[in-house]
């Protein structure tokens, strides 16, 4: 990915920006200029939550030209709460973990370097839901 390309679709790769079609409200992940669900034009920005559940996983040990030194790692299939289905890789759980169900959320991390001058590549993970701990208000 050239560093141009990398910067123009950041919003989208570093806080799920998407689109909504004002149409039919389809909620869309990676923006697109038709809504593939109703064929209207779709450009209003739309933030998605993050959190999610993982739908789907498959552990890596043969990783593609420029991961190989981060491999194995688990990539899943996340059923947004908002709808669409996106592929993220999964970060702080151990492989033997991660569940169908599994309860996630989004954070952007480090995806790997490129390049002989070390550009360090940030994209979107997913890592299990932390979950806040509840406070008692009873006196």
Request: proline fraction near 8%; charged fraction near 25%; include cysteine.
């Amino acid at each position: 990915m050239s560093l141009a390309a990398y910067w123009r679709t950041s919003k989208q790769r570093m806080s799920l920006v998407g689109e909504i079609c004002p149409h039919c409200g389809a909620k869309l992940f990676p923006p697109r200029d038709v809504c593939p669900k109703c064929s209207g034009p779709a450009r209003e920005p739309f933030t998605f939550s993050g959190k999610g559940v993982v739908y789907s996983f498959s552990t890596l040990y043969a990783a593609p030209k420029g991961f190989e030194k981060y491999a194995p790692y688990v990539v899943a299939l996340i059923k947004l709460e908002e709808g669409p289905l996106i592929t993220a890789q999964l970060t702080d759980v151990e492989q033997d973990e991660v569940y169908i169900g599994m309860p996630v959320e989004m954070v952007t991390r480090k995806i790997r370097e490129e390049g002989d001058d070390g550009i360090i590549l940030y994209n979107y993970k997913f890592r299990p839901l932390l979950q806040k701990a509840a406070v008692s208000l009873s006196r």
